[in-house]
């Protein structure tokens, strides 16, 4: 299980965290992503990280204000967002791929606007 939290709304070059908790499956041994979704647009990949948290990408739409982090000890992903755009609204989900199956929280929404 995967479950999402710390969207809301923040005003242009505001920040946010996200955390993903997850459970159910032994969360040190996986590599963890984000993605996001707007309106009428189709799911894309914002950042990832190794298992064991050494390796990081990003989309390039996020670097350089985007960093994606776990803490192993507590089976639970953040990404932490900061000079946030309009054009991040959307919803965030979490991404877990067991044994070739992909496994999603239920999303936190995230709204940039003044």
């Known amino acids: 299980q995967l479950v999402e939290s710390g969207g809301g709304l923040v005003q242009p070059g505001g920040s946010l965290r996200l955390s993903c908790a997850a459970s159910?499956?032994?969360?040190?041994?996986?590599?963890m992503r984000w993605y996001r979704q707007a309106p009428g647009k189709e799911r894309e990949l914002v950042a990832e990280i190794s298992s064991g948290g050494g390796y990081t990408n990003y989309a390039d739409s996020v670097k350089a204000r985007f960093t994606i982090s776990r803490v192993n000890a507590k089976d639970t992903m953040y990404l932490q967002m900061n000079s946030l755009k309009p054009e991040d609204t959307a919803v965030y989900f979490c991404?877990?791929?067991?044994?070739?199956?992909?496994?999603w929280g239920q999303g936190t929404q995230v709204t940039v606007s003044s």
């Open positions: 159910g499956f032994t969360f040190s041994s996986y590599p």
């Open positions: 991404n877990a791929r067991l044994f070739g199956k992909d496994y």
